[in-house]
């Protein structure tokens, strides 16, 4: 499912206006981001959790040359299911 099918989606089972609901999905999106950003965590109860992880540097491979690189620490969103998530999903 894409995001014109996901905004369709909530379209339908709200009732809105496929402008209503990408403006709706957007905010939803936009304001998760924010929360991300200031490093918050973001817990929709039954769905599932988003969280920022830190990941520490490292030492890789460039895979042409086989040379060590170094990899730059970065913070990396996760997602972690609620369990109502997973019990629907199984």
Request: zero cysteines; glycine letters at 8%.
């Given at each position: ?89 199984n």
């Amino acid at each position: 499912m894409n995001k014109a099918e996901f905004v369709d989606a909530v379209a339908d089972a709200a009732e809105l206006s496929k402008l209503e609901a990408a403006r709706a999905v957007d905010a939803m999106v936009g304001a998760i981001t924010k929360a991300l950003k200031k490093g918050d965590t973001v817990t929709l109860v039954g769905f599932g959790t988003f969280t920022v992880r830190d990941r520490g540097a490292r030492t890789g491979r460039n895979p042409r040359t086989g040379d060590a690189i170094n990899i730059a620490a970065s913070k990396n969103p996760t997602f972690k299911a609620g369990k109502a998530l997973k019990d629907a999903v199984n």
